[in-house]
């Protein structure tokens, strides 16, 4: 049975992962709540798009003071490398909806917040950490030139080459 939100409890928060990075795209915290809902449902506390989030995915709920992770989800939920149907959660959990699903953890004592929810949404279009720039982005020199070398003498460049040469004659 879900209790009802107790003042002392203190709050939680919900993160919603990058696959590749781990690190956080979205938050949602929540003060006073005994039952965190999870899916791609309009009414969804935590929600998910992603075609392999259910509707409603599984739920965070308080019980008897204690949090526990409850799938109810086509796809089930995956706690490392374990389909689990209900667990109890001590310590913040990073959890994932389905096998090929999105991840997120669970964070217990997630801080002081005015608000009942408060959500925060870091999706952006590029997000780069300047500390990984240098090892993410190099060029492989031999690489490049190799496939520079193979531009230049292709009859495709030549071509080109040839009719900007036209093209320069009939301008004089």
């Keep these: ?35 965190i809902t999870i899916g791609r449902a309009d009414d969804s506390l935590v929600q998910v798009s992603d075609p392999y989030v259910s509707r409603n995915h599984a739920e965070l709920r308080r019980e008897d003071g204690r949090w526990a992770l409850v799938s109810l989800g086509r796809y089930g939920v995956i706690v490392q490398g374990q389909q689990v149907t209900e667990l109890p959660i001590t310590v913040d959990t990073t959890f994932q909806l389905g096998a090929s699903g999105p991840s997120l953890r669970f964070e217990l004592a ?8 408060t959500e925060t949404d870091n999706r952006m279009t590029m997000m780069l950490d300047s500390t990984l720039a240098e ?9 490049l030139n190799e496939e520079v070398g193979e531009i230049f003498i292709g009859s495709y460049f030549q071509d080109l080459q040839k009719r900007a040469q036209q093209l320069r004659k009939q301008r004089q």
Aim: charged residues 20%; proline residues 6%; without cysteine.
């Design 135 to 143: 090892n993410m982005f190099q060029l492989d020199q031999n690489k």
């Design 1 to 35: 049975m879900v209790q009802s939100p107790n003042a002392s409890d203190p709050p939680v928060a919900v993160h919603l992962l990058d696959s590749a990075l781990g690190r956080t795209m979205r938050s949602w915290r929540f003060e006073d709540k005994s039952l």
């Design 110 to 117: 997630a801080g002081a917040t005015n608000n009942r929810i």
